[in-house]
């Protein structure tokens, strides 16, 4: 049963300090998103790769967080420095295809700033 | 206007009864729609596609409405385990999908 992971699942930490979230999305799926879940803003889309190059990240505070395929089984969000209002849940999703295809989520990553 | 809008409930309703939730979308062009179920603190999944023909599951019911620019989903015999939020996912001429921010449904016993 083919899903997309996510680590880690949580991750507490004070402000100021880099957080990593990794996503392995489903094997051959070309389309990999990051997404932010709070009760405030629902999901909101931060970025997506197709076949790992970025093709939108216009979701995503520049300032402050990066992301990026380094190969097609992993990617990564980094958030540099942290602040209390990152605190969401980050998902990541695969798909197949084009970006307007089913996408599969993976469990996400609970993050709380401090 | 959002782009993609949903009531955000909560539907409260006993077993066994019918509910049905709309979503209105802005944009004309969209193309493609779904339902997705999220439970409490979980991910988002694909409940299902929405066809231009409409589409049935079981007890699911989803149907497109393209000149009044909706998608409903349908729910007959509502059981306890139907009990979750539910995504209107569209297609709005961005590159990617647009998630409604959902609408809950909690079924009572």
């Known amino acids: 049963d083919a899903r997309v992971t996510q680590t880690p699942r949580h991750k507490v930490t004070e402000m100021g300090q880099e957080v990593t979230m990794r996503c392995q999305p489903i094997?051959?799926?070309?389309?990999v998103f990051w997404y932010r879940q709070t009760m405030m803003q629902g999901l909101e889309l931060l970025a997506y790769f197709r076949n790992r190059a970025p093709l939108d990240d216009s979701g995503m505070p520049k300032d402050r967080f990066s992301a990026e395929m380094p190969d097609a089984t992993l990617a990564t969000l980094k958030i540099q420095p942290s602040e209390p209002r990152d605190s969401a849940v980050y998902f990541c999703?695969?798909?197949?295809?084009?970006?307007?295809?089913?996408?599969?989520f993976g469990p996400g990553t609970r993050l709380t700033v401090l | 206007r959002k782009e993609v809008e949903q009531d955000p409930g909560p539907f409260n309703v006993p077993e066994g009864a019918t509910v049905a939730f709309n979503c209105t979308y802005s944009n004309s062009a969209s193309q493609s729609f779904f339902w997705y179920r999220q439970d409490c603190r979980k991910e988002p999944k694909l409940l299902m596609s929405?066809?231009?023909s409409g589409n049935e599951d079981g007890r699911f019911t989803a149907q497109l409405n393209r000149a009044s620019q909706y998608i409903s989903l349908l729910i007959r015999d509502s059981k306890l385990s139907d009990s979750a939020t539910y995504l209107c996912?569209?297609?709005?001429?961005?590159?990617?999908?647009?998630f409604g921010s959902g609408t809950r449904l909690q079924v009572q016993p």
């Open positions: 996912v569209i297609d709005t001429g961005r590159r990617a999908l647009t």
């Open positions: 929405v066809y231009s």
């Open positions: 999703a695969s798909g197949q295809g084009v970006s307007t295809d089913t996408q599969y």
């Open positions: 094997l051959g799926h070309n389309t």
